[in-house]
């Protein structure tokens, strides 16, 4: 069973660095896996506050006999030097849990220019949407088991996992409706077609869950979404909307297989590059190894699950 502990260094009462540690017990008492979902969270230019905080969350994940330390910095390639992270005892890691790669909007200008930089076929979609009769509503608490039943839709046709309903609703609630969190829904004719939440933080707008019915897709209501996503991040003096997740290949890759390839991340791919922007990569994930032996044997096993994965 996991567990959370939260690290922080503080100056003057003032929080200046921390890290949300995530725990997962390993089969046969083979320890624990701790875990830094985007984070830590420091100014990695400052050396000193590296090493103290580095110092706290090594002691954290040894007193939870930890095999080995997975931090995923939100920080972005190719600015970053990863040198820091290295003279902190990490190495690249073989399995990435967020996805490293993703799609930025630059949603600054008026409408028109965040309208010019997607392809006509989006922005095509998105009027088409209206047209047809689709209504986007900012959903509340009461609209949850809704977006969950429809998240249960979209995993079963996509085939990947999807939250409980508890999730959603803590979510939801600790990042407080209308100020770091909205819950668009799409309907048409009073049935729910589609929803998404989408959190904000300072200039940057983050799309971590969207759902989808399999009804009447051809209203296009998650491009209603999409759109009515985006104006909300501008009303919360948004400059970036971050679509969170296509395949981890360059662009050139990208564009030459989205075509061909629906598994994994490649079905929203070419969803997602259609609204424009760039596609951007974060360091990725790296580990801090306290045991190696167990540290091999689970490497082989992130191995192995990703060769039945392919196969």
């Not at 540690?21 to 990695?44: E, H, M, Q």
């Not at 103290?52 to 920080?75: G, S, T, Y």
């Not at 965040?114 to 989006?122: F, K, S, Y």
């Not at 679509?243 to 791919?269: H, I, M, N, S, T």
């Amino acid at each position: 069973m996991g567990c959370v502990r939260r690290v922080s260094l503080a100056d003057g009462g003032a929080i200046k660095a921390g890290a949300l540690l995530l725990f997962r017990r390993l089969p046969l008492g083979l320890g624990t896996i701790a875990y830094v979902p985007r984070g830590p969270v420091v100014d990695w230019g400052d050396g000193e506050a590296v090493e103290a905080l580095q110092a706290a969350l090594d002691d954290a994940a040894r007193e939870r006999h930890a095999i080995l330390l997975k931090v995923e910095p939100a920080e972005w390639e190719p600015d970053f030097d990863l040198d820091v992270l290295r003279g902190q005892g990490y190495r690249r890691s073989p399995q990435t849990i967020q996805p490293p790669r993703t799609i930025l909007l630059d949603i600054g200008g008026d409408e028109d220019d965040i309208l010019a930089r997607m392809n006509q076929g989006t922005r095509r979609k998105i009027r088409l949407a209206d047209r047809r009769g689709v209504v986007v509503r900012q959903g509340g608490a009461d609209d949850l088991a809704s977006f969950h039943r429809l998240t249960q839709v979209t995993g079963a046709r996509n085939e990947f996992g999807t939250h409980s309903l508890p999730y959603y609703q803590k979510a939801f609630e600790l990042f407080q409706p209308g100020v770091h969190v909205a819950l668009p829904m799409a309907s048409f004719e009073d049935r729910d077609l589609g929803g998404l939440m989408v959190f904000a933080w300072g200039d940057t707008a983050w799309y971590l869950y969207g759902a989808s019915s399999n009804e009447e897709r051809d209203r296009m209501p998650n491009h209603a979404l999409q759109w009515a996503a985006i104006h909300w991040a501008r009303e919360r003096g948004c400059a970036v909307y971050d679509l969170w997740g296509v395949p981890d290949f360059d662009e050139a890759a990208l564009e030459a297989g989205f075509q061909a390839r629906q598994d994994g991340l490649w079905g929203v791919y070419g969803f997602k590059r259609g609204f424009g922007g760039r596609v951007a990569r974060t360091v990725g994930a790296w580990d801090k190894v306290y045991r190696p032996g167990a540290y091999a044997l689970y490497s082989a096993a992130v191995r192995l699950r990703a060769a039945r994965g392919q196969g």
